[in-house]
């Protein structure tokens, strides 16, 4: 479904910059009456919204609640990815604590960095190999880990292999690459094994989402559609205005107000 999708996208796309037409091809699905602080979509149609006072939901793909999931023991989540809807990850970086739920939202294992005295872990995503990657700060590395959270990979030292110091606030990966925002510099991409490739000059005003080779971002208040391809950017117009925040993938639009979320799907 995943690659249906993406090819929907890519092809879709070009006919849905314009102004007034690409509004008229989403179809509204619901609207929730809900805070969000951080907003996810799955490649299910499935929309998860963590609120400001650390409460998980999951809606469905017609946006009916589905699940909820409450934790108090670490503050604020920094990180939500739900790119394997089986494996839901939470991180709380001033713990160093990974929760993983089930699609159920049921508590299924977690685990602390703290267990690594010599880590500073400020980044988490789940990996295509049903592992994780994680930025590690005080070595400059991209490192991949199984399930179980034992090493598989090492970047190295970024700055000693690639000469920069990287600012990482926000991090995901499909199957090829990972993606990593360094507020100084864009999005940096790595291949499947660590290996700096480039950096897309984009700067989101949160985080980002993406369909090969597309980055979709929220910046002043505009969804924005780069390629890293060939390096062109298209502002997508949208069904509604004025928005918070907005996150387009796998065939859903989520647009974040102050006190609720508009879900929208792409029409066929």
């Known amino acids: 479904m995943k690659k249906i999708s ?13 102004k007034g037409s690409f509004a008229q091809d989403f179809r509204l699905l619901a609207t929730i009456a809900q805070e969000a602080r951080i907003t996810r979509l799955d490649h299910l149609g499935n929309l998860y919204v963590l609120d400001g006072q650390g409460e998980l939901y999951k809606y469905g793909a017609e946006g009916q609640l589905l699940w909820t999931y409450s934790n108090k023991l670490y503050g604020m989540a920094g990180a939500l990815d739900v790119s394997d809807p089986l494996r839901v990850l939470l991180y ?15 508590e299924i294992s977690r685990y602390s960095f703290n267990e690594k005295p010599d880590w500073q872990v400020t980044l988490v995503a789940s990996a295509n190999t049903n592992g994780y990657w994680i930025y590690e700060q005080l070595n400059r590395e991209l490192r991949k880990l199984s399930t179980n ?25 499909d199957e090829q690459q990972v993606y990593v925002y360094d507020t100084l510099a864009g999005v940096r991409i ?79």
Request: a neutral charge; glycine letters at 6%; charged letters at 20%.
């Open 6 to 18: 993406c090819i929907f996208l890519m092809i879709a796309g070009p006919l849905l910059w314009g």
């Open 92 to 106: 709380y970086p001033a713990y160093q604590q990974v929760l993983v739920l089930n699609s159920n939202l049921a």
């Open 149 to 173: 959270f034992v090493e598989d990979l090492r970047s190295g030292n970024l700055y000693q292999r690639n000469g920069f110091d990287m600012h990482g606030v926000f991090m995901l990966s």
């Open 190 to 268: 790595f291949d499947k094994y660590g290996n700096y490739l480039k950096t897309a000059a984009v700067f989101p005003d949160r985080d980002f989402t993406v369909v090969q080779p597309e980055i979709y971002y929220v910046k002043d208040g505009r969804l924005l559609c780069y390629n890293y391809f060939n390096f062109t950017e298209k502002v997508l117009a949208l069904p509604r205005e004025g928005f918070k925040d907005a996150v387009l993938s796998f065939n859903r639009l989520a647009i974040i107000n102050e006190k609720d979320i508009t879900l929208w799907a792409l029409k066929q």
